[in-house]
């Protein structure tokens, strides 16, 4: 028999969450807790079936605790319970009306007797079930053993005793010892391959036939192509668009790798597999040459790429067409306050009247205006 688990799940969630039990008093809920370590260890785990002394003894209850225990359940239901073999709860249903009946109506003391005399079947629901499960997992496989024992394999006869050497045996397998210790004795050719050395036989891959009539062509390819880098992967590929008849000329991939070297430096410094440039059809890619004229700059500033980079440049395009606008309005100003200056109307320290020096100071009888009269005069 297998060895009993040590232990049971209990699911405090449950526990808590079961309004039928959370209403049955402190004791009940103890005493039912007991209870299930008692089915645990039942054989039959899960229930308790037996004399209502029985029961009552293996729970450590006093008859009038056992009484009270069961009318608990009886009102509550969070166990099924039978009596004499009828059910009163059962699958968490009410169904023993009669049997309450005579447990209320009797006395305390008769209805203790009646309880312990009576043949009790308690039974949790959730373990019950598990084990019914269980059960017939056990059944299910014992079956399928019994059904195929016949496919085990069968202990091989025990052998034959082995008869004494006679001397002309022991001298046989003494001259056998030498010879396969001798130091020139030298494996058979054929267990070798066939006498081939090994550099001179092909060399495993997955790779597709070389004979095929395109291989100059892409050797052709390969050897002016800038990274040799994957040539089966390559290969592959290019029999992958040879049968699906999309590859283009050998001659025509040619020219378009040399052209590509020669007017593309971004194809030199950093080009893609073979592999890749087949699968993708490179070949129908133009050179890319930087604008010559700045065209790729905007306002001083490289293409953006992303939307930040986007709505960064556009705060800058913001910044600094502010900063044009208040320069302008600056150097108006400037312009207006000079003029002003420059009609004759003046101001005691040189202010046009803004608050700002309009730049010339006033003629106290010497300066420009002093050289001038003395010219004029």
Not at 280 to 307: C, E, F, H, I
Request: net charge positive.
């Amino acid at each position: 028999m297998a060895k009993k688990a040590p232990a049971f799940q209990i699911y405090p969630d449950d526990w808590l969450s079961d309004t039928r039990l959370m209403q049955a008093s402190d004791a009940t809920q103890g005493r039912w807790m007991r209870t299930l370590c008692r089915m645990w260890r039942n054989p039959q785990r899960g229930r308790l079936d037996g004399p209502g002394t029985s029961i009552c003894k293996a729970l450590g209850m006093f008859p009038a605790e056992f009484l009270e225990f069961v009318l608990e359940i009886i009102q509550y239901g969070f166990a099924d319970l039978s009596i004499d073999g009828e059910w009163v709860i059962k699958e968490g249903e009410f169904t023993g009306a009669g049997v309450t009946e005579a447990l209320h109506g009797n006395a305390k003391s008769n209805a203790e007797v009646t309880l312990c005399n009576a043949k009790i079947t308690l039974i949790n629901r959730r373990m019950w079930r598990e084990q019914k499960v269980n059960n017939s997992n056990a059944k299910r496989q014992r079956r399928y053993r019994a059904k195929h024992s016949s496919d085990m394999e069968v202990t091989p006869p025990s052998p034959s005793p082995t008869p004494s050497p006679t001397p002309e045996d022991t001298n046989t397998s003494s001259s056998k010892l030498q010879e396969s210790s001798s130091p020139t004795k030298r494996m058979p050719e054929d267990f070798l391959g066939g006498g081939d050395p090994p550099s001179s036989r092909p060399v495993k891959t997955d790779s597709p036939s070389k004979g095929r009539p395109s291989r100059q062509g892409f050797l052709a390819c390969w050897q002016v192509y800038p990274l040799k880098q994957g040539e089966e992967a390559a290969w592959r590929e290019w029999c992958r668009l040879e049968d699906n008849g999309t590859l283009e000329e050998p001659w025509a991939i040619r020219e378009h790798i040399l052209l590509m070297a020669q007017e593309d430096g971004r194809f030199t410094r950093c080009p893609p597999k073979f592999e890749n440039y087949l699968r993708d059809k490179r070949w129908n890619d133009t050179p890319y040459k930087a604008p010559q004229d700045g065209s790729a700059l905007v306002s001083g500033m490289p293409q953006a790429k992303t939307q930040a980079q986007q709505n960064a440049q556009n705060r800058q395009r913001l910044a600094k067409a502010l900063n044009q606008a208040r320069s302008q309005r600056e150097n108006q100003q400037r312009q207006n306050a000079r003029g002003n200056c420059g009609s004759g109307f003046e101001l005691p320290g040189g202010d046009d009247g803004t608050g700002r020096n309009c730049g010339f100071a006033p003629d106290l009888g010497g300066g420009p205006r002093a050289l001038e009269r003395e010219a004029v005069s």
